[in-house]
C-alpha cells in the first residue's frame, strides 16, 4: 500500500479545485515547481489518480500531440501531465503554450511541471508569463512534523531518533524516503554518518542536474562546513564572487542552499555528508591545501573526528600554552578574548590554535569545543595562564 502524501495538504486542495473546474466544462492549468526531491512527482501522480477516479483521461508519461488531446476532450474531460519541463527543448515547450491557448474552450486540465528556476528562456516563459487562467504551486521544503511522518511511514525498523533523522534531511520527501528506506537499526547516527549506498545515489542525481559550476561551488562548500561565505569559496575557485552569483542561484532555487545573514546553509546535512564522502581522498587533501593558500584553512568543518588513541597522543603532545588555549577556545571564547585572559596578543593565540589543530588531527573550532577535556575548571584554567 503506498504511504499517504504527507506536509501537501494545500497542494491537494487546489488540484482538487482544478479538476472540479474542468469537470465543470472549463478549462484550467496550473504550474508546478519545487527544488531538488521536493516531491513534484509524487504529487502529479497523485493528481492523476484522483483525476482517473473522476472519470477522466489521463495523459502523461509522454508528450501528446495537439490533435490526440484535442480528440480526447470531445468525449470526457482530459488531465494533461507534464512533467520535468526543464528538459524539454524550447520548440516543444512552444508547442504546449500553444495548444493550451488552442485548446482553451475544451474541458482540460493541463499541469505543467519543473524544477524551480531551471531550463532555457522558453520554459521561464512558460512558468512566469501564461496565457490562460492558471495557479502556481511552489513546493518548498516540508514541516519537520511531515518529514518525521515520511520516515515513520517508509522506515522499516523501529527508529530511535526519528526527530533528528528527519531534521537532517531538511525537509527534503526524496532525502526523508531514501533515509528511512536505508533504516536497519534503531540507531539513526549510524546512517546519517555514513550515509547508504542508496542515499548517496539519491544525492547523485541531484547534483547530475546542476552546471558545473554550481557542483564544484558545493563540494568546496560542504569542505568548509554546514555554513560558509560565498567569499570563502569565490578565494578557493579562484573567481570573483560575481562570477559565483548564478550558481549560488542555483543552488538556491534547488533548495540545496539557503541564506542566514551573510552564510549559505546546507538545507540537508546529509547531502553535504554525500558530497564531502564522494570526493576522492587526493582531492580532498589537495583541496584543504588549497584552503590553507587561500587564508581559510580554520573554517574547515572536518567530518569525522580523529580516534580516541591519536586524541590522547595529542592532548599529551601540547605544551602548557597550548593547553590552556585550547581550554579556553573548548569553552566557546573567541581570540580576542583569550588574548585578554592569557595576556598574549590574538596573533599569538592564532598561531598556539594552528599548532593545536595540527596535533590534535582536527580543522576547526567546533571538533575543539566538542573534544576539549572538561576536568579543569575555568578558575584552574586562568591559574595555569598565570
Known sequence: MTPKLRGREAEERQIAHLLHTVAAGASGALYVEGGWGSGRTRLLREAANSAAHQGFAVLEGSWPSAADIGAHASHRPVLVVLDDLHHADAALIRSLDTASWRLRDRPIAWIFSRRRGAGDSAAERLFTRTRMAGSHVDLRPLSAHAAGQIVADHAGATVADLPHLARVTGGNALLSVEMARSVDSGRPGDFIDQPSDRVRSCVRSGMADLSEVCRQLLHVGALLGPRFTLGDVAKMLRRTVAELI???????????????????VFTQEVFRRCLLGSLPRPALTALEAEAGRAGVEERLHATRLPDPVRQAAGWAALSDAERTVARLAGQGLTNQQIASRVSRSPHTVNYHLRRIFRKLGIRSRIELVMLAPTDHSAADVMDTAG
Open 246 to 264: 548564478a550558481p549560488v542561484e542555483e543552488a538556491l532555487a534547488a533548495d540545496i542552499l539557503a541564506c542566514e545573514g551573510e552564510w549559505l
